[in-house]
């Protein structure tokens, strides 16, 4: 008698479980980025609690971060063939996917943050920048501010032309190599893992890069010395696997989409919060930020504010995506 029951139950539970809507299903969202108590890390955070609870448990978001799920272009890489769903990362890392995703980087379009926000909050370049990868097997879903650009070298910086002949690792894009060479150094592309070995053992004079990174991981240890760009801002993009998203049901297809936007305006304000505080922390720690001349500032505008036209000049698909950004941040530009 008792086998017979289990057995009539454990046959109802199994057509129960059949039977169950496929709105009960779960599914796992792991996000990477090779950064960690950054903004992309803060973003990962407050994104992971709306969707659960926005979802009622149905996705799950697993955060790795510090480079745990690997380097930034294998990170990119599994985001495209789906062994992780989604990717944090600055576009600049993601030029050889598409050079649209460079336009960002330009120098000299932005002139402050409150600009750099407007214009990626903008409806219709959001639209399009985020739509850049369609065909690549990726769906952007969020653009958020970071840090302003910076320099941290090894060496003592006083003037522009102390930074003549340096090695300074870039994030890989023509628009932020050539404005190293312009500037008389040498733009080495690198990813995050491999920087702060680099910078150690001399193969690097300097890394491009902004506080968020540098705080964290401690860059004051080895190069004393940040110098401000003044020439562009670092922005990060979210991008998931689109055949993943696209297999959704439309409810948490929803979700997934709609919360990447909505954190985004507390994700800008930690990392304007962040600027300050980060500053003091490198100064305790030892490091020294460095502000060049108005002469200087000047000159390095005026070397590096026409290296976006000329990188996109015969690039028509890069050039429409430029003088987007272009056209956008000038008409956020404050009075």
């Known amino acids: 008698m008792t086998r017979h029951l289990v057995r009539a139950f454990g046959a109802a539970a199994i057509a129960m479980a059949l039977a169950a809507p496929a709105g009960a299903q779960t599914y796992t969202m792991k996000i990477g980025a090779a950064t ?9 955070k407050l994104y992971k609690d709306r969707v659960e609870q926005k979802s009622g448990g149905k996705i799950k978001v697993e955060i790795y971060t510090a480079g745990s799920l690997g380097s930034i272009p294998r990170q990119i890489e599994g985001t495209q063939l789906g062994t992780q769903e989604a990717n944090v990362v600055p576009p600049a890392f993601m030029v050889g996917v598409d050079p649209r995703y460079q336009v960002l980087d330009a120098p000299g379009v932005f002139d402050s943050r409150d600009q750099v926000v407007a214009t990626i909050g903008d409806p219709a370049f959001r639209k399009a920048f985020l739509a850049i990868g369609a065909d ?14 910076e320099i941290v070298v090894r060496k003592e910086v006083r003037k522009l032309d102390d930074l ?14 050539q404005p190293f060479t312009r500037l008389g150094m040498t733009g080495s592309p690198m990813s995050l893992d491999e920087t702060l070995p680099a910078l150690q053992t001399g193969a690097l004079d300097g890394v491009y890069g902004s506080i968020a990174i540098f705080i964290p991981f401690k860059y004051s240890a080895v190069a004393k010395y940040m110098v401000a760009t003044n020439f562009s801002y670092v922005i990060s993009i ?3 696997n689109k055949l993943w998203f696209e297999k959704l049901p439309s409810d948490l297809a929803k979700i997934v989409e709609g919360e990447a ?21 490198w100064s305790d720690t030892g490091g020294e930020h460095v502000e060049l001349s108005p002469v200087d500032r000047a000159e390095m505008m005026k070397l590096v504010k026409p290296i976006g036209d000329e990188v996109v000049k015969d690039k028509p698909a890069v050039k429409n995506m430029y003088d987007l950004l272009v ?4 008409a956020k530009k404050k009075a």
């Open 36 to 44: 960690v108590n950054d903004g992309q890390h803060e973003w990962m």
């Open 136 to 149: 690549k097997g990726i769906k952007g879903i969020s653009l958020f501010y970071l840090a302003p650009s």
């Open 164 to 177: 003549k002949g340096l090695k300074i690792r870039v994030f890989g894009s023509p628009m932020q190599t």
């Open 238 to 240: 979210t991008f998931v």
């Open 261 to 281: 936007q909505a954190v985004e305006p507390e994700v800008n304000k930690w990392g304007f919060d962040l600027y300050p505080r980060a500053m003091k922390i």
């Open 327 to 330: 056209k956008t941040a000038n």
